[in-house]
């Protein structure tokens, strides 16, 4: 059965497609090539109608044949993350299932090859599980695509903010827009040099000591006194990747052509977290047992006056 770190049919098939174009681009067509010896021609067709009306395959390959001379569908299922294949009759429209479905035999090859040259295939059916599996790796795939566009625009930086904001207008004066401009640009190039130098040194430091904030963030537990400097590194990381201040501001597009660095957004993430994990040690862990000793002892003290008022 297919894994979801195996590519899907449908990706398999759009590989083969962009690659016929490919070749097509050249303005060449190149003749089909057959089959060396020992080695035979499969065509996979994903709806049974392309193969009545004699399309073209979704996939094609010349696969090496087994030293009996049989065809091994396993290592086809496997190539193309099918979870069954079976032999289609072209003529008939029958499907042919044989005795063992890994492998089809040499007598069976041989009578296919000297009919129609070559072994045509489709799924015939496929599991839930293995469905629910494809669609989970198709969302994972999307996410993926999604995430790497919002790098690329986040680290290279977006000229033109060409995003709408519907019933939201800046209305001030033309001083007041003036000295806003300023005072941001000010502030846009001391903080994009203080984190350049930050990530110089900050970086490669915290990498160094992440495990050691994983570790003591499991081990003092009662960490959530720390949240808001948390979401504070994430509005920090949030409003740096955005251009919905630019819009608000106005501002000209070139004062931001290099856009925000992802590794000065790293720089602060990991120097807050540094900071996080300091403020902790100095608070020691024997302090925070003891917090978490008198809420046990509270809860319990709550529980026995509970019970007393009920007697």
């Known amino acids: 059965?297919?894994?979801?770190?195996?590519?899907?049919?449908?990706?398999?098939?759009?590989?083969y497609s962009a690659?016929?174009?490919?070749?097509?681009?050249?303005?060449?067509?190149?003749?089909?090539?057959?089959?060396?010896?020992?080695?035979v021609k499969v065509q996979f067709f994903l709806l049974r109608y392309k193969v009545s009306h004699n399309l073209r395959p979704d996939i094609q390959a010349i696969i090496p044949l087994e030293s009996s001379g049989s065809l091994s569908l396993f290592n086809v299922m496997k190539m193309w993350g099918l979870e069954t294949c079976v032999v289609i009759d072209s003529?008939?429209?029958?499907l042919g299932f044989s005795s063992d479905p890994n492998y089809l035999s040499a007598a069976t090859v041989k009578i296919l090859i000297d009919r129609y040259g070559c072994i045509k295939l489709i799924?015939?059916?496929?599991?839930?599980?293995?469905?629910?599996?494809r669609h989970t790796r198709q969302i994972l795939v999307s996410l993926g695509l999604i995430s790497q566009s919002y790098l690329i625009l986040a680290s290279n930086g977006v000229k033109n903010d060409f995003r709408d904001i519907h019933g939201v207008h800046l209305k001030a004066k033309a001083a007041v827009m003036k000295y806003t401009k300023v005072a941001y640009g000010w502030i846009s190039d001391k903080s994009h040099k203080i984190y350049a130098s930050c990530a110089r040194v900050v970086v490669p430091a915290s990498l160094a000591?992440?495990?050691?904030?994983?570790?003591?963030?499991?081990?003092?537990?009662?960490i959530i006194r720390f949240l808001p400097l948390v979401l504070f590194a994430a509005l920090l990381i949030a409003t740096r990747t955005s251009n919905t201040m630019r819009s608000f501001l106005k501002l000209r597009a070139k004062d931001f052509e290099h856009g925000p660095s992802l590794w000065e957004d790293l720089?602060?993430?990991?120097?807050?977290?540094?900071?996080?994990f300091v403020v902790s040690l100095l608070y020691g862990p024997k302090q925070w047992r003891q917090w978490v000793a008198n809420l046990a002892e509270e809860e319990e003290d709550d529980e026995d006056d509970g019970s007393d008022e009920e007697e």
Do not use: C, N
């Open 1 to 15: 059965m297919p894994s979801i770190f195996d590519p899907t049919p449908q990706e398999h098939i759009e590989a």
């Open 19 to 39: 690659l016929l174009d490919q070749q097509t681009a050249t303005h060449v067509w190149k003749p089909a090539l057959d089959a060396p010896p020992a080695h």
């Open 91 to 94: 003529d008939r429209m029958r």
């Open 123 to 133: 799924e015939p059916y496929v599991s839930a599980s293995t469905l629910i599996t």
């Open 209 to 222: 000591a992440w495990p050691y904030v994983v570790i003591g963030f499991f081990y003092i537990l009662p």
């Open 267 to 276: 720089a602060v993430f990991f120097t807050l977290a540094s900071l996080v």
